[in-house]
């Protein structure tokens, strides 16, 4: 699989849903041998007919049509290093979109498409870009305070690939730490980590969000079921 698609290709995937107020996600798949290793965009309205895209995956026209009658693609946001892979071809389909990525992964996200911030310029108050603490600069995450409460979305931290797809997948996410048996904090992340604690405190503070609903991963399934269990798991295993 090359790093950046160069034309409209729409790879496996599931249907688009409605994971939240003004939130759509689809979980989709990267094709490797013996099975296909689960990844997952998220498009989220802002207000002004707007909308962010987390982590960008090529649908079918109906279901681009969905997330167009959301409100206009206006920012495209890579959240990490290796999440470049549909960026080009929606920002060809989308040119007047701002690209957004955290600092430390500004250049290799340069390498498929130019970086417009690095920093929150979504002009939203209900929804915020954040870099995570003790990445590097390397992950993000969009806190999404609205009626239903509090959605976070994450990128690689958190592994949640409760249900690979094929034998590869299965031994994939066991090596390397995503998620199989229950949320983990990926190995090849973990081994990354400039500052483990800062990490476990920033999952520490999201347990301790009154009004937390969902935690939405980009890799496996929506953690809607005890987030804040999950994340007290997760910060407990980088201490």
Known sequence: MPATLEKWEVQP?????EAGDGILT??????????????????????????AIWSAIALD?????????????????????????DAKIWLDRYPAA??????????MVEEAVPVDATHDILDDPEVNFCVVPGTGQHEAFLHIRRADGVTLVTNDIIGNVAHPHGIGANIMGRL?????????????????LEDKTLLA???????????????????????????????????????
């Open 61 to 85: 026209e109906p279901e681009m049509q969905q997330i167009e009658a959301l409100g206009a693609p206006s920012f495209l946001i890579v959240p990490g290093d290796h999440h470049r892979l």
């Open 176 to 192: 390397f730490s995503f998620g199989v048996t229950e949320p983990q904090v990926p190995r090849p992340v973990k081994r990354g």
């Open 26 to 51: 689809v979980a989709g798949d990267i094709p490797m041998p013996l099975g296909n290793f689960p990844r997952r965009m998220t498009v989220v309205r802002l207000q002004g007919g707007r909308t």
């Open 201 to 239: 405190a920033r999952f520490r503070a999201w347990a301790a969000e009154p009004e937390l609903k969902r935690i939405i991963v980009s890799h496996g399934d929506v953690l809607d079921e005890n987030p804040r269990e999950a994340l007290l798991k997760l910060a407990a295993s980088l201490d």
């Open 13 to 17: 995937h599931e249907q688009l849903v």
């Open 98 to 107: 701002k690209v957004i990525a955290p600092p430390g992964a500004r250049a």
